[in-house]
């Protein structure tokens, strides 16, 4: 399947499981600029904002967010370390609830 007429080919059973939730597709800033989207930095400033965090409060996270950190750049960690901070915090209110 072509979304576009010189796009990628797309596996119809990729299509099928992410239509059913089963899967998602992770672009790179190619795809995401062509279509007016944010590159990979501005969407983590989205879901840290959409979410009230703060990737200053977190070493792994501001290393990989400001510019001389030893991570900048690393995206893909920084949301490794939401994603890990969010399930520490989400477990440890479970288990006092």
């Known amino acids: ?3 576009l007429p010189d796009g990628p080919d797309i596996p119809s059973e990729l299509v099928q499981l992410q239509e059913k939730g089963r899967t998602i597709f992770v672009c790179g800033a190619g795809v995401s600029r062509t279509v007016g ?3 990979f930095r501005g969407l983590l400033e989205g879901i840290y904002a959409r979410l009230g965090q703060d990737w200053n409060l977190h070493v792994a996270e501001r290393e990989g967010m400001s510019k001389g950190g030893a991570l900048f750049g690393q995206y893909d960690r920084v949301l490794r370390s939401l994603e890990k901070a969010r399930w520490l915090r989400f477990y440890s209110q ?4």
């Open 37 to 39: 989207l944010p590159l």
């Open 1 to 3: 399947m072509r979304f």
């Open 94 to 97: 479970s288990r006092n609830a």
